[in-house]
């Protein structure tokens, strides 16, 4: 995955925030706005942005925009991050299920 | 049982801290760390093989190896160390790279690594892997040196955000 898209999106506080936001669920832009406080057309900026990057997706209900995280993009963005410091983790799994074979005591017959 | 890996970044120090508890005397760790026929049991990732065609165990002796995916992938990636610091059995420290099969070093891709047993009590052993970013010290231009550090930022951000990720 290139995750520098998605990584410079989030960059932006605001941008984060909103991601924050939704991670409790899809919300309407309106919402988005006056919960974090920033003006309605500043957060549809926001969420062009964070939906280019593919963070986010929009669905339109009645005459609603709702936004909502795209989940396969940070399931990717997670397995990528994994990569940083998961190979550290993996490998001290590794070490310790290595280090119980040799220990493990002979069994009795 | 043995605790989980506890993962953490000292962001003014630009470090990555790997620290697990393994139940298993001091000597016998080091000897997994330092010996090719154990290193290659456990090092992986899983799935992958990992073969040491060099590993010169003293200050500046070279520790050479390629880890191959397993499954007919045709990848390799090379690695070459160099030792600074052979303390056994409790402190090793190195600086890992990308390498090719001949042992040139990728430029910028050096991560001082620094590797600490301490002995604890009911034969227990403390591993702790200390790690440096790469490329933050090649960096002379402010503008590079900023997108790094934004990015490392970002980075600590994700991990919270992450439901899998670690959260220290």
């Known amino acids: 995955m290139n995750a520098a898209p998605a990584l410079g999106a989030l960059a932006e506080p605001n941008r984060f925030r909103i991601v924050e936001l939704l991670r409790d669920g899809p919300r309407p832009v309106g919402e988005i706005a006056a919960r974090l406080r920033i003006r309605q057309p500043q957060t549809s900026k926001h969420l062009r942005v964070l939906g280019a990057a593919g963070l986010v997706e929009m669905r339109a209900v009645a005459q609603q925009r709702i936004y909502g995280l795209r989940a396969s993009t940070f399931r990717d963005l997670d397995s990528w991050f994994r990569t940083f410091g998961g190979i550290w983790r993996d490998r001290m799994d590794g070490l310790d299920d290595y280090l119980r074979e040799l220990q493990r005591p002979k069994r009795r017959k | ?168």
């Not at chain 2, 801290?17 to 026929?37: F, K």
């Not at chain 2, 402190?91 to 891709?109: C, E, H, I, M, N």
């Not at chain 2, 009590?121 to 550090?149: C, H, W, Y």
């Open chain 2, 1 to 168: 049982m043995t605790d989980k890996t506890r993962i953490r970044k000292d962001r003014a120090r630009r470090e990555l801290i790997v620290e697990r508890t393994v139940r298993a005397p001091r000597e016998l760790v080091w000897d997994l760390w330092t010996q090719p026929a154990h290193l290659t049991r456990w090092w992986g990732p899983q799935g992958c093989t990992t073969t040491v065609y060099a590993m010169e165990l003293r200050p500046g002796g070279v520790w050479h190896y390629c880890i191959r995916p397993g499954g007919g992938g045709t990848e390799e990636w090379w690695c070459k160390a160099v030792y600074h610091e052979v303390e056994r059995p409790s402190r090793l420290v190195y600086t890992d790279a990308f390498s090719d099969k001949d042992g040139a070093v990728q430029p910028g891709t050096e991560m001082p690594t620094r590797v600490e047993l301490n002995e604890l009590s009911g034969g227990l052993t403390n591993v702790v892997i200390i790690t440096r970013f790469p490329n933050e010290q090649a960096l002379d231009d402010a503008e590079a040196k900023g997108m790094v550090a934004g990015f490392v930022e970002t980075l600590d951000r994700l991990e919270r955000l992450l439901p899998g990720a670690d959260h220290a």
